[in-house]
């Protein structure tokens, strides 16, 4: 199947820094990524979603200010989270849509984010 | 209201025995797939079984089945031949207007139900 990595795996930061959490399709092209946000024995929670070559689509309650999304290439996303407090720790997933014709969703092995 | 909806927050099965985990989902979408997802403690969702609206068949993949009942909203999971490895989480997930497009769209996850699989 095709294969989606984040890097990096876990992240520690300073409370006030910012941290960019990459999200890479390694063998295909994805014109629609997806981040997901996820708190311990819950369910996936979508922040916004990421094209290729435009700005990102948020939903309700997420601040666009805080987490921004870039999607430069067909191949690379990027989550930067600004400005980091201790509430913005959690378990990030991104997932990248393969333009094949089952139009699945491969997600990444996730980054483990602790702002202390 | 939910879209998705497991009412399971924890199961237990006994190994090689087979369980169903529920899911019923709510749309007025006339096109739309389902899927389900394992989650083991390292973190990573792994792909095991989707059904699309118009499938007329239940879909299996090896010791996975969906378990589809359009008319209650019901896409239950079954899993047979339990193995000590099938101990995860499990989510169930939507995406609506399953078809055509550009993009299929975002997918809408359930709760999610822990399974413990006892040797």
């Known amino acids: 199947g095709a294969v989606v990595s984040q890097h990096p795996s876990r992240v520690i930061c300073k409370s006030g820094t910012s941290v960019k959490i990459e999200c890479r399709s390694l063998?295909?092209?994805?014109?629609?990524m997806f981040w997901y946000r996820q708190f311990p024995k819950k369910s996936l929670m979508l922040m916004a979603t990421s094209n290729e070559g435009s700005k990102a689509t948020y939903e309700q309650g997420v601040e666009k200010d805080k987490f921004l999304i870039n999607h430069a290439s067909l191949t690379l996303s990027t989550l930067t989270v600004t400005s980091a407090h201790p509430e913005d720790s959690s378990f990030y997933i991104c997932?990248?849509?393969?333009?094949?014709?089952?139009?699945?969703?491969?997600f990444g092995p996730g980054t483990r984010l602790t702002v202390t | 209201a939910q879209k998705i909806t497991q009412t399971q927050p924890g199961m237990f099965v006994q190994e090689k025995e087979a369980v169903t985990l529920d899911c019923t989902y709510d749309t007025s979408d006339q096109s739309y797939g389902l899927f389900w997802y394992k989650q083991p403690s390292s973190g990573e969702m792994i792909f095991l079984i989707y059904?699309?609206?118009?499938?007329?068949q239940n879909a299996t993949e090896g010791r996975y089945s969906l378990n589809f009942q359009k008319a209650r909203k019901s896409a239950n999971l079954v899993i047979s031949a339990s193995q000590l490895g099938d101990s995860a989480m499990y989510f169930c997930?939507?995406?609506?207007?399953?078809?055509?497009?550009?993009?299929?769209?975002?997918?809408?996850f359930g709760q999610g139900t822990i399974l413990t699989v006892h040797p």
């Open positions: 063998d295909f092209q994805a014109t629609t």
């Open positions: 997930a939507m995406r609506e207007g399953d078809a055509g497009g550009t993009s299929y769209g975002k997918l809408t």
């Open positions: 997932s990248a849509e393969s333009s094949g014709a089952s139009y699945e969703q491969y």
């Open positions: 059904q699309g609206s118009y499938d007329e």
